[in-house]
T-cell receptor, first 114, second 110 residues
Framework: NAGVTQTPKFQVLKTGQSMTLQCAQD?????MYWYRQDPGMGLRLIYY???????DKGEVPNGYNVSRLNKREFSLRLESAAPSQTSVYFC?????????????FGSGTRLTVV | SQQGEEDPQALSIQEGENATMNCSYK?????LQWYRQNSGRGLVHLIL?????REKHSGRLRVTLDTSKKSSSLLITASRAADTASYFC??????????FGKGTRLHILP
């Protein structure tokens, strides 16, 4: 019963470096999401994928790219990391999207950009 | 664009007391959800209430929804130390997304 698995759990990057955050779900969910959580800001949607083969921008997409590799996996890439991207990143999945029974979240990736 | 907003931002109560937190939102919704986040962990879905429902229960949780006031409340009865967490409401928005509020930090005092 793994649910949503995110890797890595922690990462420190230097400004300008690139990295990919990995997310995989084993619940056969159609929709997947990437959020960032900053102190006092709640969760903000970066990108989402309503189904395999589709991706759409969320509230704060600048500086990020995503790939829905298959139904299970949804990765988030930072091409040139900036200190403003220091945050905790959460991946989530859902069977029925916003109309359904709730999202399942991963445990998060804590990213620091120095 | 913030849809839901929780109130209060922080709440401290004695163990055994009831905890009530509120969520207000701006535009019409199809459903509203509540999530819990323990420190350093991901969010956990607690309960979903649809726009045609007024009240819903799950164990020690009671959620109400007043669409005329665009507000919802989450009541946790007989609080326990393990209830210490942040609680978020989330409302459905356009394009199959949900939008989270900034959360209420609940601290249960021994």
């Amino acid at each position: 019963n793994a649910g949503v698995t995110q890797t890595p759990k922690f990462q420190v990057l230097k400004t300008g470096q690139s990295m990919t955050l990995q997310c995989a779900q084993d619940m056969n969910h159609n929709s997947m999401y990437w959020y960032r959580q900053d102190p006092g800001m709640g969760l903000r949607l970066i990108y989402y994928s309503a189904s395999e083969g589709t991706t759409d921008k969320g509230e704060v997409p600048n500086g990020y790219n995503v790939s829905r590799l298959n139904k299970r996996e949804f990765s988030l890439r930072l091409e040139s990391a900036a200190p403003s991207q220091t945050s905790v990143y959460f991946c989530a999945s859902s069977e029925l999207g916003a109309t359904g029974g709730g999202y399942t979240f991963g445990s998060g990736t804590r990213l620091t950009v120095v | 664009s913030q849809q839901g907003e929780e109130d209060p931002q922080a709440l401290s109560i004695q163990e055994g007391e009831n905890a009530t937190m509120n969520c207000s939102y701006k535009t019409s919704i199809n459903n509203l959800q509540w999530y819990r986040q323990n420190s350093g962990r991901g969010l956990v879905h607690l309960i979903l209430i649809r726009s045609n429902e007024r009240e819903k229960h799950s164990g020690r949780l009671r959620v109400t929804l007043d669409t005329s006031k665009k507000s919802s409340s989450l009541l946790i009865t007989a609080s326990r130390a393990a209830d210490t967490a942040s609680y978020f409401c989330a409302t459905d928005a356009r394009d199959d997304k949900i939008i989270f509020g900034k959360g209420t930090r609940l601290h249960i005092l021994p």
